[in-house]
């Protein structure tokens, strides 16, 4: 479980490029791929890490869980960051639906984007 200090280096958000100190957006507290790497069924979209206090965390998000669907939309064949820039990121206070996959397990998570402040290192 990752400790949240309240404000989130810029390395530790995956999938947040080139952003301005200060910036606030709504989020999952979660740590997930980012960059031009497309989601694939043998390359599956993996939780790296949760925040711990984050919005994830509460809904009960775990390391090593694999996002199959946000919202109904399918991941297969998305890059890592239309993922999370089309997808998980939004405004504070929206719900976004989650299907997971954790130990071959099928699971639906309903998760309210909770504030997200990124500070420039």
Known sequence: ?????GFLSIMFLV??????????????GIEVPSGNGVVTAEKPYII?????????????LMPGD????????????MKHDDVVNTLLRGRVGTEVVL???RNNKPMVFRVVRKKVIVERE
């Open 1 to 5: 479980m990752k400790k949240s200090t």
């Open 15 to 28: 999938g947040v490029l080139c952003a301005r100190g200060g910036e606030e957006f709504g989020g999952l």
């Open 48 to 60: 790296v890490g949760v925040y711990e206090g984050g919005a994830g965390h509460a809904a009960g």
């Open 66 to 77: 694999i996002i199959e669907s946000v919202d109904g939309k399918s991941l297969v064949n």
């Open 99 to 101: 299907a997971v996959r």
